[in-house]
């Protein structure tokens, strides 16, 4: 079996209507409710994350790749086959239950066995009536496994047929000494490559380099102040195919990836135009996985002489409007042009990864916990007054905190806020999102209170 490093990817291919969006949004579907609560978070609806059982995944939606609008229908259909193929580990090949078996989907059924991946063949609006499923088994693929994706019908066997073809998931090399992944993001041509070449292309401290089993994956670690850096993902940065990069998927699946396998996101903009509506995607995605970020204003030597200053501050205006998630997010000036800020950027990523793994004592944070409830006392809703008895952080990656309260329900999103700004007023943690939930218990097993 391959093993594998980074997190899989499963590929939702079929013909137009069969329900491909609709088995998308219901594979993701917690999360994106999730989402839609936190304001300024703009995002694409065709890569999501999803979990099954404890397995985390992602999915994509290639009937929402977009190409050409003329492309007549089986072209379409093909490319977006095509294009998932190449970056899944299993394949979900949805048709219509009610239809029956058409021409086209004969059609993607012969490049998916082309591929040679895992295919899982599904017949999708099977609730109540639906056409003899016999059909199907001329496509090559075995029984298909009817789902309802509008209704959630079969969706657990389905998953679990999806989960048992993932690759199992290798534990990262252990290197004697630890070192800080970071991950080098952004649109094509904000300058990944020059930037990642202008790190690592004179550094004689380079220790290793790591193939992954994927071609892309080679992961570069150098040593600088007696740290150990890894860049993830660097070949697929260094080596790439001009005419992928231009399709607009390719870039942000490389990217979620990268992100999944580091501690740090770099997320390189263009100074000289500002945040984009693609920036915010790749941004959305980093504040998904968890991970820290580092905002870098790439070819800062484009802005020269007087100007300079101000447009520093106009820049970082900027960012701040349109990435106002990331309002803890450290924001830098770089540009290959000038060595002594990128010599700099080590020591922020030591700076970060300390805040991405920095544990507060529980007396500490109780302390915390007790000043803000009392400068801000918890709303009474109803009859039963709130309560917060104790609070704790158990995990690092990010530093995730635990409330322990009478009712978790009656403690709103934004009394959470509230705490979280008081968390990063007392300590910081710079670059680094942080996890804040509440969990229940009752008063007589409380702690501390
Ligand atoms: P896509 O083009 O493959 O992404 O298909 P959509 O997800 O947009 O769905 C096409 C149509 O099928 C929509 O009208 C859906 O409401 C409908 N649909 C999706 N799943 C089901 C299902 O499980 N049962 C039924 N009856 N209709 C469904
Ligand atoms: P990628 O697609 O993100 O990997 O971008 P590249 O590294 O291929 O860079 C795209 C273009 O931007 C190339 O023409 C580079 O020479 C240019 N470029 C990259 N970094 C800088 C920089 O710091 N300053 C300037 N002025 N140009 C840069």
Redesign the pocket.
């Known amino acids: 079996m391959v093993k594998t490093l980074t997190i899989p990817m499963v590929a939702i291919v079929g013909r137009p209507n069969v329900g491909k969006s609709t088995l998308f949004n219901r594979l993701i579907g917690e999360r994106k409710a999730i989402e839609e609560k936190m304001p300024g978070v703009t995002r694409d609806r065709i890569h999501g994350r999803a979990t099954w059982l404890g397995t985390e995944f992602f999915v994509i939606d290639t009937g929402g790749i977009t190409f050409s609008e003329t492309m007549e229908l089986e072209r379409l259909v093909q490319n977006q086959a095509l294009l998932a193929m190449e970056e899944a580990n299993v394949i979900v090949f949805l048709t219509d239950g009610r239809e029956g078996l058409t021409a086209l989907d004969e059609e993607i059924a012969m490049l998916l066995h082309r591929q040679g991946r895992p295919v899982i063949l599904a017949a999708n609006k099977t609730e109540g009536k639906m056409v003899g499923l016999e059909d199907f088994y001329r496509l090559g693929f075995g029984e298909p496994i009817p789902v309802s994706a509008a209704h959630g019908l079969n969706i657990g066997d389905f998953l679990d047929r999806v989960v048992s073809f993932f690759p199992a998931r290798e534990k990262r090399p252990e290197t004697a000494m630890e070192t800080i992944r970071i991950a080098v993001v952004?649109?094509?041509?904000?300058?990944?490559?020059?930037?990642i070449n202008a790190l690592l292309g004179e550094d004689r401290n380079i220790v290793s380099t790591i193939p992954g089993t994927t071609r892309d994956a080679v992961d570069i670690t150098l040593v600088q102040d007696e740290k150990a850096f890894t860049f993830v993902d660097t070949a697929g940065?260094r080596r790439?195919s001009r005419v992928r990069?231009d399709v607009e998927y390719y870039s942000v699946l490389r990217a979620l990836k990268a992100i999944d396998n580091a501690d740090i996101a770099l997320l390189?903009l263009e100074a000289t135009e500002g945040v984009t509506e693609q920036d915010q995607k790749i941004a959305g995605y980093i504040q998904d996985s968890g991970r820290a970020v580092i905002i870098a204003l790439?070819?800062?030597?484009?802005f020269k002489g007087a100007g300079r200053e101000n447009a520093a501050v106009t820049q970082v205006d900027n960012v701040r409007e349109n990435l106002k998630f990331f309002n803890y997010a450290p924001v830098v000036f770089?540009?290959?042009?000038e060595p002594r800020r990128l010599k700099r950027l080590f020591s922020l990523f030591g700076v970060v990864y300390g805040e991405y793994t920095r544990r507060i004592s529980t007396p500490l944070l109780n302390h915390l916990l007790s000043d803000a409830l009392s400068m801000n006392p918890l709303p009474t809703s109803g009859k039963r007054k709130a309560r917060i008895y104790y609070w704790t952080q158990p995990a690092v990656k990010p530093p995730t905190f635990i409330l322990f309260a009478n009712d978790p329900k009656s403690i709103h999103f934004s009394y959470l806020r509230y705490l979280e700004n008081r968390l990063r007023e007392a300590f910081g943690f710079q670059g680094s999102p942080l996890r804040l939930t509440v969990r229940g218990r009752s008063k007589k097993g409380a702690k501390g209170s």
Do not use: A, Q, Y
């Open positions: 952004g649109r094509p041509n904000v300058g990944k490559s020059s930037f940065i790439k990069e390189l790439n070819k800062w030597d484009l770089t540009s290959i042009h």
